[in-house]
Structure formats: structure tokens, C-alpha cells
């Protein structure tokens, strides 16, 4: 999400904050009443599911880039991509390799071999069940809060289960630092049932959607708030929601100002609407990655390359046979950041300034909410892959004030942002 300009440790601060549980805030909407979504959707509230199996800092100026021309729009539909993680400054010898690269191509071959994020959800599926004395942590189990099936315009079936974590021992001596409370619950679950259905509703129109979601609500030391797409169930989105950090707003930080869920929340005046609307567009943001991840897989796991991962990549042992193509993703997401930066958005925009796989949920959650979306930012997020279709291509051709470019490559965005 963009800003002042805000570290990138600070940035992440909204979303992936390690710290212990705190206590339950006071101020908390009372519990709504729970309905079921169009479609045949069921309430099962309780009840104890088995455990599932289950991704940069600053960097030096980089050289510019010589424009690239804007080709023609692709024949075929929008790639299915995904997303990474590394960050460190350019070494010339590798960096001169990757010369000449085609970056789609790159990120292609990267994705690939990346595969899916299965092996990670099964890691904090397991962090989370497991009981860690180190931590005084229990072991916790995971409680089915509604199945829910809802059809899209096409008549396509979505389903999204809702879920949350609780101690397996009422008893253990540091159950309640792991409970969640009902009030909290409820208002996390009411939140992300309407993010989810108005993402059907409004943007999931076409015949061959993403077809299941899970969203996991816990609270627990040692697991970031983020998205992973699954191959639970054939393929599964998976997004985990940690409760004290959306309703506690004391862990908000600098993401009031500088996220488009903090400029969300600033539009309510009591804790409770804040919390609500906080809740909702980061649950939005979530769901995006999501949606990112279905429509350019590959795109989606390299955008958050960045220049400081290029000296872990080039001191890899044993050497990564896609370091150049590594590289050269750095380099073209840096300069892309770089040329953002360099336009002074408002500050609501400082979380998308960490990497384009930031930008892209940015920019659907502003959408989402009615809010206007720079032209240079929507160029990101068509050249990167974001999702289209149902209110978003309306929503870009405002942005462009005309019809929305062809961006084939993710560097063809600089042309736009620099123009």
C-alpha cells in the first residue's frame, strides 16, 4: 500500500506483525445476526475440523531503462500466474546475462519452478495446530464457522469456508492469550463475508472462476496475516486473518495513513465503524492476492522481487540456475517502484510503494471501495497481471480516461507512469 514515504518494515507492519496477542479491546460491535449467502450455503457453527494440508527493501537508483514501445493487446486470454519473495543491489556481471531477457519470459520460468504455495500453508497449518512451549503457546484447533456456496452471474458455483483458531485446552495456562473473543469473531467473520460476496457479485462474472476460498481467522504469535494459493481440494485460496491485529487498533501503525484499509477506516467516526471498514478492505486486499494468483500465476509469485534479494540470489549455494532470470526481475520491479515513487501519490497509497505484488491489491481494494485509482498505478496493475473483468475494466478506463493500453510486458507500465 504508498507513502510518505514509509519504510518497508513499517509498511508490513499491517499485515505481518509477529508480536504477541494483545488484550481485547472494549469498543467492539455487537454480534449481527449470521445469514446464509444466495446458493446453498450452510451455518455450521463450531464445529471442530480436522487439520488441512495446506509469499524488500530499498535500493540503489537503478540505470534507466530505454522506453518500451506498447505493443498490441494479446490474442489470448489473461495468463493464470503467482508470486516470491527475495531482496539486494545489482552485481554487473550476472546483471549484464540477463540483457536482452524477455521479463514475461522470465517470470514464466521462475513461477514454474516455484510451483504453487501448498508446502507454506502446510507449514503455518502446522505452526498454528501445533503447541509450542517455547512460546507458552497451546496447541489450537481449527472451528468450522460457515460453508457458504454462492453462485456467480454465470451461474458458477464459488464455495468460501470460514474458519478460526481456539485453544485445543481451555485449561493450558495461556489459553486465553490464544482465545478469540466472540465479539471480535463475529465482526471479522461478518466483514469478510461481505468482502467475499461482493467480490463474486461484482467481479468473479466469467464462466471459469476460482472456485473455492478458505478464509482462516487466528490469533497467534509467529504467523504473518497474508494469502496462499493451494492445491487443497484440487486448488484452494487460502487467506489467514489475525484477529487482535485487525481489532486492535493500536497495531495499526502507520497503515491508518498510508493503506487504502486505513483511509477506509478514517471514513467511519467511532472504533467500531473503524474496525469495520478496516476489516473489510484488508480482507479485500487479501482476497486480491488471491485473484492475482488465479489470473497470472507467475506474475503473481515474482512481483515481489526486489533489488535488495539480487545479493541472496547471486550467493546462492549451490548456484541457482535461474539467478539471471531472477535478476532481471529485481531490476524491472525496482525500477517500476522507483518510477512510482518518484510521483508523489497520496500517502494512502504507501503500502503498494513496496513492491508491484503490493500495488495490484492496492489498486483492486481501491476499486472495491468507490475510490479513484492514479493512472500509473492502474498501468501496474494491468502490466502485472491483476485481475479483469466485472467492475474492474470499467474502473481502469477511468483511470486511463479512455480505453485501457495493452501492457504485454511489466516494464511496458513505465511509459504510462512516466507520461
Not at 78 to 94: D, L, M, S
Not at 204 to 233: C, K
Not at 365 to 387: D, E, F, M, S
Amino acid at each position: 500500500m504508498s507513502w510518505t514515504k514509509t519504510s518497508a518494515s513499517e509498511a508490513a507492519r499491517r499485515r505481518r506483525s509477529d508480536s504477541a496477542p494483545p488484550a481485547e479491546p472494549t469498543n467492539v460491535d455487537p454480534t449481527a445476526s449470521l445469514v446464509t449467502g444466495r446458493g446453498a450455503a450452510s451455518l455450521l457453527v463450531g464445529t471442530a475440523l480436522p487439520p488441512r494440508p495446506t509469499g524488500p527493501a530499498p535500493m540503489p537508483p537503478p540505470a534507466a531503462l530505454p522506453p518500451r514501445p506498447i505493443g498490441p493487446a494479446p490474442a489470448a486470454a489473461p495468463q493464470h500466474a503467482n508470486q516470491v519473495a527475495p531482496q539486494v543491489a545489482p552485481g554487473p556481471a550476472v546483471a549484464n546475462q540477463a540483457q536482452g531477457m524477455r521479463t514475461s519470459t522470465a517470470m514464466q520460468a521462475v513461477g514454474t519452478a516455484r510451483g504453487d504455495q501448498t508446502a507454506q500453508w502446510s507449514r503455518v497449518r502446522d505452526t498454528l495446530a501445533n503447541a509450542d512451549l517455547g512460546q507458552n503457546k497451546p496447541a489450537l484447533n481449527f472451528n468450522l464457522i460457515a460453508h457458504e456456496v454462492r453462485n456467480n452471474a454465470q451461474g458458477a458455483a464459488i464455495s468460501v469456508d470460514y474458519e478460526y483458531t481456539s485453544p485445543a485446552d481451555p485449561g493450558h495456562p495461556f489459553a486465553m492469550a490464544y482465545a478469540i473473543p466472540q465479539k471480535w469473531r463475529d465482526t471479522i467473520y461478518q466483514q469478510a463475508r461481505a468482502a467475499a460476496r461482493s467480490m463474486i457479485d461484482h467481479v468473479l462474472d466469467s464462466a471459469n472462476p476460482p472456485t473455492g476460498f478458505r478464509i482462516t481467522i487466528f490469533r497467534s504469535a509467529g504467523v504473518q496475516q497474508q494469502a496462499l494459493w493451494t492445491n487443497e481440494n484440487g486448488r484452494t485460496y487460502c487467506v489467514l486473518l489475525r484477529a487482535d491485529k485487525l481489532m486492535d487498533m493500536g497495531q495499526w501503525g502507520a497503515d491508518v495513513n498510508t493503506s487504502i484499509a486505513g483511509n477506509e477506516s478514517q471514513h467511519r467516526w467511532i472504533d467500531s465503524g473503524k474496525k469495520q471498514s478496516f476489516t473489510k478492505a484488508v480482507v479485500t486486499h487479501e482476497l486480491a492476492h488471491m485473484l492475482h494468483a488465479f489470473s497470472s500465476p507467475e506474475k503473481f509469485l515474482t512481483s515481489t522481487l526486489m533489488p535488495a534479494n539480487i545479493a541472496q540470489i547471486q550467493n546462492a549455494m549451490p548456484p541457482d540456475p535461474l539467478a539471471a532470470e531472477k535478476i532481471h526481475i529485481c531490476q524491472i520491479n525496482g525500477h517500476v517502484i522507483q518510477a512510482l515513487a518518484a510521483k508523489n501519490y497520496d500517502q494512502k497509497w504507501g503500502y503498494a510503494m513496496n513492491n508491484p505484488g503490493e500495488v495490484v491489491p492496492e489498486v483492486f481494494a481501491a476499486i472495491q471501495h468507490g475510490q479513484q485509482v492514479p493512472k500509473g498505478l492502474a498501468a501496474v496493475y494491468v502490466a502485472y497481471g491483476g485481475i479483469r473483468g466485472g467492475n474492474i475494466d470499467a474502473a481502469l478506463e477511468q483511470s486511463f480516461d479512455g480505453p485501457i493500453p495493452a501492457l504485454n510486458e511489466p516494464e511496458d507500465c513505465l511509459q504510462v507512469i512516466n507520461s
